[in-house]
């Protein structure tokens, strides 16, 4: 009877270290830019319709987004002149990338969404 209580506190300890750990890797998950973008398009991809090649290529453009943002203006003045600069051609080529793949219906929906 000693051992079966052993064994049985013994794995009730395993399982919540594990469900913390679980837990925690969620957190990290979402903190990734892939993790985001995959979001993005995934809802993009519901209102507007995308094809595959669509998709793949707005993955690409929200993941370079994502990762430029937080290396030239995440944390940063955003009244300062070169965070307001550098945001700005981020967002004009991140939009001129939208705008060459998705098609013109498309496109003004996404506008329309903006």
């Known amino acids: 009877m000693k051992n ?5 506190a013994f794995a009730l300890v395993m399982m919540l270290g594990v469900q913390n750990t ?4 969620l957190k ?8 985001v973008a995959k979001a993005q398009v995934a809802e993009l ?3 507007l319709g995308l094809s ?3 998709q793949r290529t707005l993955f690409r453009a929200f993941v ?5 943002y937080r290396k030239l ?5 955003a009244t ?14 991140f939009k001129e990338t939208v705008k060459k793949y998705l098609t013109g219906e498309q496109y003004q929906k996404w506008l329309s969404k903006q």
Request: glycine letters at 4%; proline letters at 0%.
């Open 4 to 8: 079966f209580l052993t064994i049985a």
């Open 22 to 25: 679980y837990a925690q890797d």
């Open 28 to 35: 990290q998950n979402e903190q990734k830019v892939e993790v």
């Open 45 to 47: 991809s519901n209102e």
């Open 52 to 54: 595959g090649d669509q």
């Open 64 to 68: 370079q987004k994502e990762v430029n």
């Open 73 to 77: 203006i995440n944390g940063k003045n």
């Open 80 to 93: 300062d002149a070169t965070v307001v600069a550098n945001k700005k051609k981020i967002d004009v080529t």
